[in-house]
Every structure is written in C-alpha cells, then in structure tokens.
C-alpha cells in the first residue's frame, strides 16, 4: 500500500491540507491492494 500511495502522490502533506480527499485515495490504494492479494493468493 506504500509503494501504492507513494506512485499516487498520496502524502503526508495531502493528509493535513485535505483529509477527505486523502481518506478518499487511500480507501481506494487498500481496495486494489486487497483486490491484488486476492487474486495472487485465493484465486490461483
């Protein structure tokens, strides 16, 4: 999820200038992370 947020220009910065929009980003980052195990772990 770092290397995710990080590619995204999620920050620290991001989190304390708009905090909806960063919450927003990172609920995203952990769908696609859990999407990714998922397919890598269960579904192979």
């Known amino acids: 999820m770092k290397q995710m947020a ?9 989190k304390m200038q708009d905090q909806m ?7 995203g980052i952990k769908a696609c992370a859990e999407e990714i195990v998922l397919k890598e772990r269960v579904y192979m």
């Not at 990080?6 to 991001?14: A, D, I, N, S, W």
């Open 21 to 27: 929009k960063w919450v927003g980003l990172m609920n």
């Open 6 to 14: 990080e590619k995204q220009g999620v920050t620290e910065q991001l």
